[in-house]
């Protein structure tokens, strides 16, 4: 990331190259880009429609799985009502690595002869 220049790098260069050269009028200029960077970095983000899905589809699948069972992804494109019609293998091994343990840690992945399988931890023990 250090050989590129950010816009906010690139503003303040050319902030200063004008603040030298005494033009007043362009480093308000500057200025003012440098605050617009400013209050853009800051801002609240929203989700995109996708990621609303997937954050009620991942709430979906920890509200189907039992805790104490050990799902396949396949296994849950099966049998989970969940999920909507455009919900492919892939896209749901991403989402549930995002709930695993690298993600949030609501749900636990492990291997047994070559396959990988996700289960809710039970808590009650």
Do not use: W
Not at 44 to 59: A, G
């Amino acid at each position: 990331m250090a050989d590129k220049i950010t816009m906010k790098i690139g503003f303040e260069r050319a902030r200063k190259v004008f603040e030298e050269m005494g033009d007043a009028e362009m480093v308000a200029f500057f200025d003012k880009r440098l605050e617009q960077v400013a209050k853009r970095a800051t801002a609240e983000r929203k989700l995109t429609p996708h990621q609303l899905e997937n954050e009620q589809v991942k709430e979906a699948i920890l509200n189907e799985m039992q805790a104490g069972e050990s799902y396949t992804i396949r296994s849950m494109l099966e049998t989970f009502t969940c999920f909507p019609p455009t919900m492919t293998v892939n896209r749901l091994a991403a989402l549930l690595s995002q709930l695993g343990p690298n993600g949030s840690r609501q749900i636990e992945r492990f291997e047994s002869k070559g396959k990988a399988y996700f289960s809710l931890p039970d808590y009650s023990e």
